[in-house]
C-alpha cells in the first residue's frame, strides 16, 4: 500500500471543500434548451470545464463525497432533481442538457435514495420516492429487457434522432459506415453506449445493444434488493414481490453473466448466445451488488490482477485494440466510479485488504497528479500514475465522481 501523507490529503480535501460551490448550479439560471430542474445540483466540471449540464449517474458518485463532506441539503436535492426527472418523463435522461434525451444512464437512483436515506431515516422522503422508483425500474423493464428477463442497454430515439446522433460521432470514431442501412445499426448501437456511461469502449464490439450487461443487471438487482428494504422501511407488503424479483434476476445472472472460464462476471453476447470473452470491471459491480456467492467474490478476487495496475484498477484487460480507435473506456484508463465499485463491493465480501489496497492507489494517484496541476482529473492511466489517458475529446479537469470517489476512498483508509 502507498504511503499517503495526511498534508497531502487535506490539501486535496481542502480544494474539494473550495470547488463545490463552483460546481454547483442552481434553477433560477437555466440555460436555453436544457430540461429545468426544481432544485439545486452538482456538475461534474469546473466552470473551465465543457460539462456543466446535470448528469445522471455522474450525480450519484458527486453525492457520496457531499455526504461525506456535510452538504447534505444540497445532496439531497440532487435526489429530488433524479426523482422529477422520473416525474417528468418516466426516466432519467442521460443528461438534463440539449439533445440527450434519447436514452438514460446506469441506473443509480434508487442508490441515491438509499444513501439519503441511511442518513436521515426520513419516511416522508421515502414514501415520496419509492412511487417515482417505480416508474424507473419500470421503464428498463419495459424497454431495456430480454426475452430472458435480464437487462441491456439501447436508445429509444426517432429515425432524426438517430442521424443527428450520427453526425455527432463523427469526431470521435473512426470507420463510419458509409450506406444508411449500416449507417443505422451503427449509429443505435453507438447510443446504447452512450447510455452505458463507457461512451465508448471496445467492451461492446460496436454492438452494445447486442450485449446483456453485467453493470446493469447487478444496478437492477440493487433496485430491487432497496426497493424491498424501502418497502420493509415503510410497512408496504409489496417487499416480497421485490426479493421474488431480485431472486429471478439472480439465478439468471448466475446462469448467463458468470463466466466459469474466466472466473469473472462477463456481459454476454444475445446475437451470438456466448459469454464475453473479456473481463472488464464492469464485472467489479456483481460483488456491489451481493450478486455473487463468496466463492465467486474469492475468484473475482484472485482475478484482479488481470485489470490492477500500481495505480489502480484498468477499465478492461489489456490488449483489445480496434484498428487504432482511442477509445477513453479502454486500457490503461482508470475511472472513479469502477475504483468505488471496487472498493465498496470487495468490502461487501469483508475483502478489506483488497478493497483498501485499491482504495490507497485511487487516494495516491489523485494526490500525485494534484501536487503538479491543481486540478482533480476525469480519469487517470493506471498504469504511470498520470493523465497521459487514451482520449476522444482533449482531456479536462473534473471535480463530479473523482471528488466523490476520492473523499470515499479516504474514508475507507480512514484519512
Same mark, same amino acid.
Request: aromatic fraction near 14%; proline fraction near 6%.
Given at each position: 500500500?502507498?504511503?499517503?501523507?495526511?498534508?497531502?490529503?487535506?490539501?486535496?480535501?481542502?480544494?474539494?471543500?473550495?470547488?463545490?460551490?463552483?460546481?454547483?448550479?442552481?434553477?433560477?439560471? *437555466?440555460?436555453?434548451?436544457?430540461?429545468?430542474?426544481?432544485?439545486?445540483?452538482?456538475?461534474?466540471?469546473?466552470?473551465?470545464?465543457?460539462?456543466?449540464? $446535470? $448528469?445522471?449517474?455522474?450525480?450519484?458518485?458527486?453525492?457520496?463525497?457531499?455526504?461525506?463532506?456535510?452538504?447534505?441539503?444540497?445532496?439531497?436535492?440532487?435526489?429530488?432533481?433524479?426523482?422529477?426527472?422520473?416525474?417528468?418523463?418516466?426516466?432519467?435522461?442521460?443528461?438534463?442538457?440539449?439533445?440527450?434525451?434519447?436514452?438514460?444512464? *446506469?441506473?443509480?437512483?434508487?442508490?441515491?435514495?438509499?444513501?439519503?436515506?441511511?442518513?436521515?431515516?426520513?419516511?416522508?422522503?421515502?414514501?415520496?420516492?419509492?412511487?417515482?422508483?417505480?416508474?424507473?425500474?419500470?421503464?428498463?423493464?419495459?424497454?431495456?429487457?430480454?426475452?430472458?428477463?435480464?437487462?441491456?442497454?439501447?436508445?429509444?430515439?426517432?429515425?432524426?434522432?438517430?442521424?443527428?446522433?450520427?453526425?455527432?460521432?463523427?469526431?470521435?470514431?473512426?470507420?463510419?459506415?458509409?450506406?444508411?442501412? +449500416?449507417?443505422?445499426?451503427?449509429?443505435?448501437?453507438? +447510443?446504447?453506449?452512450?447510455?452505458?456511461?463507457?461512451?465508448?469502449?471496445?467492451?461492446?464490439?460496436?454492438?452494445?445493444?447486442?450485449?446483456?450487461?453485467?453493470?446493469?443487471?447487478?444496478?437492477?438487482?440493487?433496485?430491487?434488493?432497496?426497493?424491498?428494504? $424501502?418497502?420493509?422501511?415503510?410497512?408496504?407488503?409489496?417487499?416480497?414481490?421485490?426479493?421474488?424479483?431480485?431472486?429471478?434476476?439472480?439465478?439468471?445472472?448466475?446462469?448467463?453473466?458468470?463466466?466459469?472460464?474466466?472466473?469473472?462476471?462477463?456481459?454476454?453476447?444475445?446475437?451470438?448466445?456466448?459469454?464475453?470473452?473479456?473481463?472488464?470491471?464492469?464485472?467489479?459491480?456483481?460483488?456491489?451488488?451481493?450478486?455473487?456467492?463468496?466463492?465467486?467474490?474469492?475468484? +473475482?478476487?484472485?482475478? @484482479?490482477?488481470?485489470?490492477?495496475?500500481?495505480?489502480? @484498477?484498468?477499465?478492461?484487460?489489456?490488449?483489445?485494440?480496434?484498428?487504432?480507435?482511442?477509445?477513453?473506456?479502454?486500457?490503461?484508463?482508470?475511472?472513479?466510479?469502477?475504483?468505488?465499485?471496487?472498493?465498496?463491493?470487495?468490502?461487501?465480501?469483508?475483502?478489506?485488504?483488497?478493497?483498501?489496497?485499491?482504495?490507497?492507489?485511487?487516494?495516491?494517484?489523485?494526490?500525485?497528479?494534484?501536487?503538479?496541476?491543481?486540478?482533480?482529473?476525469?480519469?487517470?492511466?493506471?498504469?504511470?500514475?498520470?493523465?497521459?489517458?487514451?482520449?476522444?475529446?482533449?482531456?479536462? *479537469? +473534473?471535480?463530479?465522481?473523482?471528488?466523490?470517489? $476520492?473523499?470515499?476512498?479516504?474514508?475507507?483508509?480512514? @484519512?
Amino acid at each position: 500500500m502507498s504511503s499517503i501523507s495526511s498534508d497531502d490529503v487535506q490539501h486535496v480535501r481542502k480544494y474539494i471543500r473550495d470547488t463545490w460551490a463552483s460546481v454547483t448550479r442552481y434553477p433560477s439560471h *437555466p440555460h436555453k434548451d436544457e430540461i429545468h430542474l426544481p432544485k439545486s445540483f452538482t456538475v461534474p466540471d469546473p466552470p473551465e470545464g465543457p460539462f456543466r449540464s $446535470f $448528469f445522471y449517474w455522474d450525480t450519484f458518485y458527486t453525492s457520496l463525497g457531499l455526504w461525506i463532506d456535510n452538504h447534505h441539503e444540497l445532496a439531497r436535492n440532487n435526489a429530488l432533481d433524479m426523482l422529477y426527472l422520473i416525474e417528468k418523463y418516466g426516466f432519467i435522461p442521460n443528461t438534463n442538457g440539449t439533445g440527450q434525451h434519447d436514452f438514460s444512464q *446506469p441506473p443509480h437512483a434508487s442508490l441515491q435514495v438509499r444513501m439519503d436515506y441511511d442518513h436521515t431515516h426520513d419516511k416522508e422522503f421515502l414514501r415520496y420516492a419509492v412511487p417515482l422508483l417505480e416508474q424507473e425500474y419500470g421503464f428498463w423493464l419495459s424497454y431495456r429487457s430480454s426475452a430472458g428477463g435480464l437487462a441491456h442497454y439501447y436508445h429509444h430515439g426517432n429515425p432524426n434522432d438517430i442521424r443527428k446522433s450520427f453526425e455527432g460521432y463523427k469526431h470521435r470514431l473512426h470507420n463510419m459506415p458509409a450506406d444508411v442501412p +449500416m449507417e443505422w445499426s451503427f449509429t443505435s448501437h453507438a +447510443m446504447a453506449e452512450v447510455e452505458s456511461g463507457w461512451d465508448f469502449t471496445p467492451r461492446f464490439s460496436r454492438r452494445c445493444g447486442d450485449f446483456l450487461a453485467i453493470d446493469l443487471n447487478s444496478l437492477l438487482y440493487l433496485y430491487e434488493q432497496n426497493a424491498a428494504y $424501502f418497502c420493509q422501511e415503510l410497512g408496504d407488503a409489496k417487499a416480497a414481490k421485490w426479493l421474488e424479483r431480485g431472486a429471478n434476476r439472480k439465478k439468471a445472472m448466475q446462469e448467463l453473466l458468470w463466466n466459469p472460464q474466466q472466473q469473472f462476471y462477463c456481459d454476454r453476447d444475445m446475437l451470438h448466445r456466448v459469454p464475453s470473452p473479456l473481463r472488464t470491471a464492469a464485472g467489479i459491480y456483481a460483488l456491489l451488488a451481493g450478486v455473487a456467492t463468496p466463492e465467486q467474490a474469492d475468484a +473475482m478476487r484472485r482475478q @484482479l490482477p488481470v485489470l490492477e495496475r500500481d495505480h489502480g @484498477l484498468a477499465t478492461v484487460e489489456p490488449g483489445i485494440d480496434e484498428a487504432g480507435q482511442p477509445y477513453q473506456w479502454n486500457y490503461p484508463n482508470g475511472w472513479a466510479p469502477l475504483q468505488y465499485a471496487a472498493i465498496a463491493g470487495l468490502t461487501n465480501y469483508q475483502l478489506h485488504d483488497d478493497a483498501r489496497r485499491i482504495a490507497s492507489k485511487f487516494v495516491a494517484t489523485a494526490i500525485h497528479v494534484f501536487k503538479k496541476t491543481h486540478r482533480l482529473w476525469e480519469k487517470y492511466n493506471v498504469t504511470t500514475g498520470d493523465i497521459d489517458v487514451v482520449n476522444e475529446y482533449p482531456h479536462k *479537469p +473534473m471535480m463530479g465522481w473523482t471528488a466523490g470517489v $476520492f473523499l470515499y476512498a479516504c474514508k475507507t483508509l480512514g @484519512l
